[in-house]
């Protein structure tokens, strides 16, 4: 219940001329602080699949030195205390109802910290200073994340990649086992994808991570990166490249099989391809 709360306070605006609350019934969240945007609204019912679209969008408003303090800068702040509970409860296999859901807010909260809309962010120093905060658990959360939670820990590493630059990321000293560790999960979802037949939570858990990919290559091109990380870059892309292709090549043929189409909209199949094609550009331009 209280990860509950700290996720619904979440929903909120951390700034005293735009500080509202949704409106409760029953439990329920039946309007949002703003309902014409999307940064921050409660999704009705909570916990439903559509709740991770609203994560992912949201964009929580914080201003002032106390609200930062709480939310990220004090040694007890909220970022701190999720980080904890999810490197306790996204590790274990076969949680029981109430774990998965708590493991289920707790991957929500982190997802809209890491959209934090914060003049602590904003500095160079406030960039690193939250990385180096977040990536050695994150890491460690990657590393060891049970499959029930591939997906919510993909939007968090979907988030970070998109939300902080290479440039930013690659002055932390845990970058590197970072994006190993990134990589290994991907590697791994899509070895999963060629042996299950469950073929949208394999979808999704790439799609989340493909663009944290793509994000990281993004920068990798237009940066001067020390060699060793561009190494790293390298032949971690060039992992999750292989990788792709060939689960592509077991799931056509399990697909021939079974006369079926798994992409009924072309859209998702087209995303998909881009997102690999940037990838495997390049990996193939480092080992050139």
Known sequence: ASVAVLLEVLCWDFDRERLTSGVLSE?????AWD???????????????GDADDDMQAVVRVRGEAW??????????????????????????DPDPLQLLTANYTGRILTRLSGLDS????????????????????????????????????????RVCC?????????????????????????????????????????DSFQHLSTAWGAVVSSA???????????????????????????????????????ENPYEDESVLEEELQAVGHIGRYCAEKSA
């Open 27 to 31: 439990g329920v969240c039946v309007r």
């Open 35 to 49: 309902s014409s945007s999307r940064r921050g609204t409660a999704s009705e019912g909570g916990g439903g699949d």
């Open 68 to 93: 930062e303090q709480l939310l990220l800068r004090s040694d007890r702040s909220l970022l701190v205390l999720a980080l904890h509970l999810a490197r306790a409860l996204l590790a274990r296999p």
């Open 119 to 158: 003049p602590a962010l904003d500095t160079d120093q406030g960039k690193l200073f939250f990385l180096s905060s977040l990536l050695p658990d994150l890491t460690h959360i990657l590393s060891s994340c049970a499959s029930d939670h591939v997906i919510s820990v993909g939007q968090i590493v979907h």
């Open 163 to 203: 939300r902080f630059s290479l440039a930013h990321m690659a002055q932390v000293e845990s970058c590197a086992a970072f994006l190993e560790a990134m990589c290994a999960l991907t590697c791994n979802v899509l070895a999963g994808w060629s042996a299950e037949s469950d073929e949208e939570w394999f979808q």
């Open 221 to 259: 091109m237009v940066l001067e990166l020390p060699e060793e990380m561009a190494d790293l870059i390298g032949r971690c892309t060039f992992a999750v490249f292989e990788a792709y292709l060939k689960m592509r090549v077991v799931r056509s043929r399990i697909e021939l099989e079974q006369e």
